[in-house]
């Protein structure tokens, strides 16, 4: 006799446990098994069958995987709790008893501290696993850098947040390994290509931040301590590798002082011990201290902003204090000689640019993809520019793109803190301004004693100053996202700006387009199928730009006749009219009946109809007679009609629409239902894709047109 299998020891009832078993199991309490399942990253699970994995039970509950709960039980961090939970009865007994000092004692000496390191170590085995899991970790960091503090959000919490993203914003400056930025409601999205991988995390905007009550920040507490564990570990994996000492020196001074970036002092670690300072020069320059860099410490520099050429056979290149490095893989042509190894990649030079693909000659063949922003590229594209930022513009995003995309010099005003270059407007060196206000007048020229114009003229902060270019924020964003300087006067100040568009959006194929012309998107005749609102306008009250009064108060008589002409046709209940019965009108646009039957018989012969069949002579000849008899009422010729709506472009689109959706109802017959079925799905789904974008030109055509939308 088989043995009698009990019901609940396998299948979804052994392989699930419920959260209130799992506390018990693991003897802690239900915080710190939140902050422990936080910590190892274990998440609830959904059951196929709650029934049976609640074993016939049929109260809510949370379930969560067996297996991770036996993990749990070999984690040290149990033990950390359990010290935790033994010093609070201690302390709670000391303070029961009056001795508060003996409980501060023992709070202060014996509170156990939690690591996080080999939690770390557990979940990222590897450096890109840490890195393909840090955008969440951003997102978070840079949250807490900008909100207040509160008593659920400690000072300490939010200085080492703003502390780790600076360190990190540092490493984008010095590798250029920024690539895209997106401004947006929530905030600024920036992309990162660190080591092969694309990181992507979200900023949100300096405004004064609101703290919300339905916000549990305990939980929110928990996922930032180990965020900021995990973050450390990444920053000092990063600086590490590109010969850089971890962590940079930090003055406290200058951050409150609103240094932010330029708080922070990197220093290089050479290959014989030595460590030469990368210090900002626009903070040495501002303390007056004549310790920018030193000569091999300026070369090294370079030599990390950007790659050096190919080097000629014999020739020995020394190994520069701070490796750099293409996404974190070691140039060998830096350190060993040209005839002995061939490097893995050819190194990048300024010359060397990337090859783009040009558009395939099909319209039915797929695009190629276009290569992104190489890191030469980054490194050079505001290189030769100094940039000086009005007090108005966003100071801090603007200071990361620049010096990330190789400006060196970036100035601002002494109001939003220090660090920068230049606090002097008028300094000559400036080539480019960010501003943002309405329009700035050129100052006036004024003689000297000769008749000429003084050049050294002084010039207000309210006015431009000559040879200076100045451009929106915006110019700034689009100029990283299209890796190439756009034109600077469509970014002035005052002017409308282009369409401010996301980079990680791409249009597909029969969508719409903004970036590229509206006659290459519009079907043949989509721009006549709409009538246009400025030509009935102009058709209604007649095209008479230039005439004189007689003929305003003709074409006002014109009117008065043509509303005489309708009112007698609408009288006759249908009758077909003929011309010259029963009334007598004068024929402004020909001169005797021949010439207007000649010219009607022209328009009738060139005009091949919308439809094959043959037209109702007693409805559309009615029609088409009185359309002749109002426009000759407004002077117009007999073969122009009053309205253009109706073309035989949009006729020839509608019959061959016409012609396919018929072709595709035929194919649909010889289909199976389920088959059918899906088709029309699709077709529904392309049809209302067709439509937006139709709705989507249609604006654009309006725009361009200088109408409203």
């Known amino acids: 006799m088989p043995k009698i299998k009990k019901k609940g020891t396998s299948g979804q009832a052994k392989n699930y446990i419920t959260r209130t078993q799992a506390v018990r199991k693991l003897q802690v309490s239900l915080p710190d098994f939140r902050r422990l399942c936080i910590f190892k990253g274990i998440y609830p699970r959904e059951p196929r069958n709650k029934r049976k994995a609640a074993k016939n039970s049929t109260a809510s509950t949370t379930f969560y995987y067996t297996k991770d709960i036996q993990y749990l039980l070999h984690e040290p961090l149990l033990a950390k709790f359990r010290e935790h939970k033994a010093l609070a009865k201690k302390i709670g007994r000391r303070l029961g008893r009056g001795e508060v000092s003996d409980a501060a004692r023992l709070e202060r000496n014996l509170t156990p501290k939690l690591s996080l390191a080999h939690i770390v170590k557990d979940r990222y085995p ?23 503090q509160t008593e659920t959000v400690p000072p300490k919490t939010i200085q080492l947040c703003q502390r780790l993203c ?20 929530k905030g600024i999205y920036y992309e990162a290509s660190i080591q092969g991988q694309d990181i992507r995390w979200l900023v949100p905007y300096k405004f004064v931040q609101r703290m919300a009550g339905d916000v549990d920040f305990r939980i929110m507490g928990t996922f930032v301590e180990f965020y900021t564990t995990l973050v450390g570990f990444v920053n000092f994996r990063l600086y590490t590798s590109i010969g850089l000492v971890y962590p940079p020196k930090f003055d406290k001074t200058s ?30 320059q501002e303390n007056g201290e004549d310790t920018q860099l030193s000569v091999a410490a300026q070369a090294e520099a370079d030599k990390l902003l950007a790659q050096p050429s190919s080097l000629e056979d014999g020739d020995t290149q020394e190994i520069p204090a701070t490796a750099p490095e293409t996404n974190g893989v070691a140039d060998s042509s830096l350190s060993l000689r040209t005839g002995e190894i061939e490097p893995t990649e050819e190194p990048m030079t300024d010359e060397t640019a990337l090859d783009t693909f040009p558009a395939p000659l099909s319209p039915t063949a797929d695009t190629l993809i276009q290569p992104s922003i190489s890191s030469t590229t980054a490194a050079n594209l505001f290189s030769n520019f100094t940039f000086y930022l009005s007090r108005e513009t966003p100071r801090h995003p603007l200071e990361l793109l620049l010096r990330a995309f190789g400006c060196k010099r970036v100035g601002w005003d002494a109001v939003l803190g220090e660090g920068a270059y230049t606090s002097e407007e008028k300094d000559p060196q400036i080539t480019h301004q960010v501003v943002d206000r309405p329009d700035l007048p050129l100052p006036p020229q004024p003689a000297d004693e000769e008749g000429g114009t003084d050049a050294r003229s002084t ?26 300087l756009l ?29 590229k012309p509206l006659a290459e998107q519009e079907y043949e005749g989509e721009a006549d199928a709409v009538p246009d609102e400025d030509s009935e306008l102009e058709d209604a009250t007649g095209d008479n730009d230039e005439g004189s009064e007689e003929e305003g ?92 709506a109706m073309k035989p472009s949009l006729s020839k689109h509608a019959k061959k629409r016409r012609e396919e959706e018929e072709e595709l109802v035929r194919l649909k017959g010889m289909m199976p239902k389920r088959k059918r079925k899906l088709l029309e799905k699709m077709t529904y789904s392309n049809r209302q894709k067709d439509a937006e974008s139709e709705k989507l030109r249609l604006k654009r055509r309006k725009i361009e047109k200088g109408g409203r939308v």
Request: with cysteine.
């Open 126 to 148: 590897t450096f890109s696993d840490a890195l393909r899991d840090l955008e969440d970790a951003l997102c978070t960091l840079f949250l807490f850098a900008n909100l207040p």
């Open 166 to 185: 600076h360190e990190f914003e540092h490493y984008l400056i010095l590798t250029h390994t920024l690539r895209k930025s997106f401004l947006s409601i």
């Open 255 to 284: 951050d409150e002082k609103g240094a932010e970036l330029g708080a922070f002092t990197i220093e290089g670690r050479s290959v014989g011990g030595d460590q030469s300072v990368f210090a900002a020069p626009e903070k040495a």
């Open 459 to 484: 010039v207000s902060g309210r006015e431009r100053v000559p040879g200076r270019t100045y451009v929106q924020p915006q110019w700034v964003w689009d100029c990283v996202n299209a890796g190439t």
């Open 487 to 515: 034109r600077a006067d469509l970014y002035a100040p005052g002017a409308t700006l282009p369409p401010h568009l996301s980079p990680w959006v791409k249009p597909k194929k029969g969508e719409y387009d903004p970036t």
């Open 553 to 644: 108060v003709a074409s006002v008589r014109g009117d008065s006749k043509a509303k005489d002409v309708e009112t007698d046709l609408l009288s006759r209940d249908g009758k077909e009219v003929v011309s010259g019965e029963g009334m007598e009108v004068d024929l402004a646009g020909s001169s005797s009946e021949d010439e207007e039957d000649a010219t009607a018989g022209t328009v009738e012969d060139e005009f091949d109809g919308f439809d094959s069949e043959p037209e109702a002579p007693s409805e559309d000849g009615t029609e088409q007679h009185q359309r002749e008899l109002e426009a000759e009422a407004l002077g117009k010729p007999v073969h122009q009609p009053l309205k253009s």
